[in-house]
């Protein structure tokens, strides 16, 4: 398949990823670096391999602005393996944190604590509107560990425009679905989350972002793959780590870098799709988003039709037109169009010209 058969992909996760990573790969496939070899077939212990993962961790100390005080973990098992293993790691017996729950990943986060019999509070929420809204001015609980967010809800189509005040309790947040999305102050926060298959490259691991005061907490009497020390003290190499993973996210990172221009530019492109996007919608009586306005998400742009017979056919023929993965969360309906980093204003503005069309036949 050539490249000009490519649809535009809107997928929540598995997504996108950009063209010029791919097709990086698969000019390097059968032989990476001179090695004779394809990334799938060399050693993790391996000089190629060492470079392409010390290479992943100084771009996203780079792109982040970290200081020497945090570490940058990949580990398997994805966001959700870290609901359990940030409590079992942070928390000992007398310690408390606070959760704030904004939707179905936060609530998971919660009761893999809840579940290890830890001490949790949950803080704020926003579950009586169906998820619909980031909340406001919370009371965190100065004495706690730490205080746990979710950053952007991938399947309600919300995100903190602005992280909360603490009061100095470190943030942990789950950034699975906007890290990379836009600059933002890391110091605010002792531990970041991502799972990889949203925004900086494809399923098989978790980059985890530790700080020093946070990771002298974890306890030794926990297993050792469960332990974010085994993996700070290894170069997340004590065991097999996926290798095409993180050689895939360390091209998107220099994607990042070097073709769009950082953070800053990247958050500009995010903010130009979401205004293009949402202004449509604003002005259109036929598609509604389902976020409150000031908690919109510019990663997945939530909406409904008129009737769900409507968000069939809209799916259906958006399909046939080259418009993919628009169908809303299994659990929630209606439609979603995630716009991750590496989806384009071009595609952007296809799927509005798409929307248009459909109403105007449809309404
Ligand atoms: C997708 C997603 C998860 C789950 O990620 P897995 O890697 O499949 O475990 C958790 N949190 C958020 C915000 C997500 O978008």
């Given at each position: 398949m050539?490249?000009?058969q490519?649809?535009?992909n809107f997928?929540?996760g598995?997504?996108?990823?950009?063209?010029?990573?791919?097709?990086?790969?698969q000019?390097?496939?059968l032989?990476?670096?001179?090695?004779?070899?394809?990334?799938?077939?060399?050693?993790?212990?391996?000089?190629?391999?060492?470079d392409v993962?010390?290479?992943?961790?100084?771009?996203?100390?780079?792109?982040?602005?970290?200081d020497?005080?945090?570490?940058?973990?990949?580990?398997?098992?994805?966001?959700?393996?870290?609901?359990?293993?940030?409590?079992?790691?942070?928390?000992g017996?007398?310690?408390?944190?606070?959760?704030?729950?904004?939707?179905?990943?936060?609530t998971?986060?919660i009761?893999e604590?809840?579940?290890?019999?830890?001490?949790?509070?949950?803080?704020?929420?926003?579950?009586?509107?169906?998820?619909?809204?980031?909340?406001?001015s919370?009371?965190?609980?100065?004495k706690?560990?730490y205080?746990?967010?979710?950053?952007?809800?991938?399947?309600?189509?919300?995100?903190?425009a602005?992280f909360?005040?603490?009061?100095?309790?470190?943030?942990?947040?789950?950034?699975?679905?906007?890290?990379?999305?836009?600059?933002?102050?890391?110091?605010?926060?002792?531990?970041?989350?991502?799972?990889?298959?949203?925004?900086?490259?494809p399923?098989?691991?978790?980059?985890?972002?530790?700080?020093?005061?946070?990771?002298?907490?974890?306890?030794?009497d926990i297993?050792?793959?469960?332990?974010?020390?085994?993996?700070?003290?290894?170069?997340?190499?004590?065991?097999?780590?996926?290798?095409?993973?993180i050689y895939?996210?360390?091209?998107?990172?220099?994607?990042l870098?070097?073709?769009?221009?950082?953070?800053?530019?990247m958050?500009?492109?995010?903010?130009?799709?979401?205004?293009?996007?949402y202004g449509?919608?604003?002005?259109s009586?036929?598609y509604?988003?389902?976020?409150?306005?000031?908690s919109?998400?510019?990663?997945?742009v939530?909406?409904?039709?008129?009737?769900?017979?409507?968000?069939k056919?809209?799916?259906?023929?958006?399909?046939?037109?080259?418009?993919?993965?628009?169908?809303?969360?299994?659990?929630?309906?209606?439609c979603?169009a995630?716009?991750?980093?590496?989806?384009?204003?071009?595609?952007?503005?296809?799927?509005v010209?798409?929307?248009?069309?459909?109403?105007?036949?449809?309404?």
């Open positions: 050539s490249s000009n490519r649809i535009y997928n929540a598995p997504a996108a990823l950009p063209l010029p990573v791919l097709e990086t790969i000019k390097e496939f032989n990476f670096a001179g090695s004779g070899m394809s990334i799938t077939e060399i050693s993790h212990r391996s000089k190629w391999f060492d993962i010390n290479d992943a961790v100084l771009r996203v100390k780079r792109i982040l602005k970290l020497d005080r945090y570490h940058v973990l990949f580990i398997q098992g994805g966001a959700s393996m870290q609901f359990c293993m940030i409590p079992m790691n942070l928390l017996s007398g310690d408390t944190a606070d959760y704030v729950n904004t939707g179905t990943w936060s998971k986060a009761k604590a809840q579940s290890q019999g830890k001490t949790i509070t949950v803080v704020a929420s926003s579950e009586d509107k169906n998820f619909s809204y980031i909340p406001k919370i009371n965190f609980d100065p706690a560990v205080a746990h967010i979710t950053s952007n809800n991938t399947i309600k189509g919300t995100q903190w602005d909360p005040d603490t009061g100095g309790v470190p943030l942990v947040a789950d950034m699975s679905s906007d890290i990379f999305s836009r600059p933002f102050d890391v110091n605010k926060f002792g531990l970041i989350y991502a799972g990889t298959q949203k925004n900086m490259g399923a098989g691991v978790c980059m985890v972002i530790i700080r020093d005061d946070l990771l002298a907490r974890t306890p030794k297993p050792t793959m469960l332990r974010y020390t085994t993996f700070s003290e290894s170069n997340s190499m004590y065991n097999t780590p996926p290798c095409f993973t895939t996210i360390q091209l998107v990172l220099k994607w870098e070097e073709t769009i221009g950082g953070l800053g530019k958050a500009e492109i995010n903010r130009e799709k979401g205004e293009l996007l449509f919608m604003d002005q009586g036929f509604k988003g389902t976020a409150e306005k000031d919109r998400s510019l990663m997945n939530t909406f409904r039709l008129p009737s769900e017979d409507l968000e056919k809209f799916v259906a023929e958006a399909t046939a037109n080259g418009l993919g993965g628009l169908k809303g969360h299994r659990s929630v309906g209606g979603r995630s716009i991750y980093n590496p989806t384009s204003l071009e595609a952007v503005t296809a799927l010209n798409f929307m248009k069309e459909f109403e105007k036949k449809n309404s």
